[in-house]
């Protein structure tokens, strides 16, 4: 696979027009300061943070107990589980479900886990016609692209995107801009394609040992009416999603959506242990794709602590400004760039550069990931296996040297003032060199270095 | 395909060596909390309204002058009578003409203005996400302090399915600008009113 190249990618969505950019960053910024406001109403708020971190830690280091008490649970209640180790057999595995019940139309809503699987176009290119059910996965789905946040999948789209999108491909008048009625239309699209599906499928946000009841957490409905009303729901489930007990379910759900989007909770928080009535059925896939070997990367394992509230993507300086895309993987952020390269390290090698290690994310991550540190553990990984960027490289070898010799940094100082003043602007802020220079002017540098006043202002004194 | 076992071994050969014990968690209940007050103020967060009333007939009204151009009504409580009998479903998609869904809630939880209902409360699951609008009925003595007292109330084994629903359903994904009535009902408005039997 060919290097992300992420630099490019962010250029292209900065430099897209004024727009775009300016927007994402204060939609983010909004959700944030959204999520800040619900946290500070609950004095409890940091306690269970950590309460959260210990329980995932002690499920993952119990992991095959837990999984194992699952599955006995779920098959007691009448649920078919199935088992993946990548993402070919869980695809072939729902596909083989689907095509046992001659189920050619579903519907499906938001799962993470079929997106990092690509299920989409495995499914479609054996003749299955498929329907995303969320709002924003539909939207990606109808663009061809990949979802650019994982709570917010179009966040990087304003509305004159959508409206001419809809307008494309399903046919709504292309001067129609107003959000509500775009909803409408969509609402009204998706409508008869519930009714007439032969299948639905779900993710899970939590999957409970003690019961083997799968949580699933949405805000539109759709996962309900996805389950509610074809006669066959297929469920896939990484492992890494397993609480032990359904009283953690009480701590994961006041954490949840306070962190995503600073509401209480998502308007559905949707519990299923079996099947519906005589005549339906209900199957899990329960996928590994990577995670049981994550989970032997004693540096990397905590990453699956993560439930996917986006709390870091929509705090990250970094990514508020190159949006989601620029990533170009399914998770994004500063969660993508600690998981994608347990994927493919040669793919994401640039990743893990892609970040000013502020710190924030790992600030407002609910199960207290120490997302920051594993960035840096990324970055040296990368450098070891001879992945990080040549540029980088030999850069940070060079400022190596100067920072060691003080008669360098002094010439260096002097270098950058004469520098800048004789580098004209439009090759500062050129975008294929300089991807962030847009928007932001570099603060002018003094002729007189901090040296050079102390010298003449202290030191005789 | 592979097999639990496969699954299982791939798990072991990668556990962390140093285990994380299992905390205690606590309930985080507050003294004196006024949970109906609790409950009104966060439903309305989430667009959802509540009344309190005497009598069916009264919250009927309330609906009737609320959506006057309600035809399709379908009750999961014999307490309202729809226009619509539930109990003639033969299946979930035959009440995507219902305008006005009416289910009891089986509790309401304080902290979040949810209430909980399960396939005994629906009758059929699909009532509570086709109907464009719903409303719920909910005895103001069943409602529970927050997520960690609620959890505690419910026997997973009595049902294959719950939800709990906190207001219309709603979205933001395009242009962040929030809407309500995305896929499932447009409004929710919850009648405080004891069973009566």
Known sequence: MSKVKVDQNAADFIYMDDIHQPTHDKNLWNARMKRDTAASGIPEWEQMRDLASQIKEHTLTHLDHYVQQFVTEATKRGVTVHFAKDDIEHNQTVYDILKSHHATKIVKSKSMLQEECDMGAFLEARGIELIETDLGERIQQLSGEMPSHIVMPAIHKTTADVAELFARTIGTDPNEDDPKQLTEAMRNNARPKFLEAHAGLTGANFAIAETGAFVVCTNEGNADLTASIPPLHIASIGIEKILPKTKDLGLFIRLLSRSALGTPATRYTSHFMGPRESGTEMHIVLTDNGRSRRLGMEDFWRSLKCIRCGACMNTCPVYRRSGGLAYGATYSGPIGIIIDPTFDESKFSELPFHSSLCGSCSEVCPVRINIAEQIGLWRQRMVNINESSKTLHYAFGAVEKVFANPKLFRLAEKAAYYGMKLTPNWLLYHKKLNAWGKHRELPEIKKETFRDWYIKNRLKK | ?197
Not at chain 2, 112 to 124: A, D, K
Not at chain 2, 157 to 182: E, H, K, N, W
């Open chain 2, 1 to 197: 395909m592979s097999s639990l076992e496969e699954l299982l071994a791939a798990i072991r050969q990668n556990l962390p060596a140093q285990k994380v014990d299992y905390p205690e968690i606590p309930t985080y209940e507050k003294q004196g909390a006024n949970l109906k007050d609790k409950f009104i103020v966060n439903l309305g967060l989430s667009g959802g309204e509540s009344y309190d009333v005497g009598s069916i007939d009264e919250a009927k009204e309330i609906m009737q002058q609320k959506l006057p151009d309600t035809r399709v009504t379908c009750s999961a409580t014999s307490e309202w009578e729809g226009s619509k009998s539930i109990h003639d479903i033969a299946h979930p998609r035959e009440l995507e003409d219902v305008d006005l869904g009416i289910i009891r809630a089986e509790f309401g939880v304080a902290e979040m203005g949810m209430i909980w209902l399960t396939e005994n409360s629906l009758q059929v699951n699909s009532l509570g996400f086709l109907s464009q609008h719903l409303a719920i009925l909910l005895d103001p003595d069943l409602i529970t302090e927050n997520m960690h007292t609620a959890y505690r109330k419910i026997d997973f084994q009595a049902s294959t399915y719950g939800c709990f629903v906190m207001g219309p359903s709603a979205t933001a994904d395009i242009g962040a600008y929030l809407v309500r009535g995305a896929q499932g009902a447009r409004s929710l408005t919850v009648f405080f009113l004891k069973q009566q039997i």
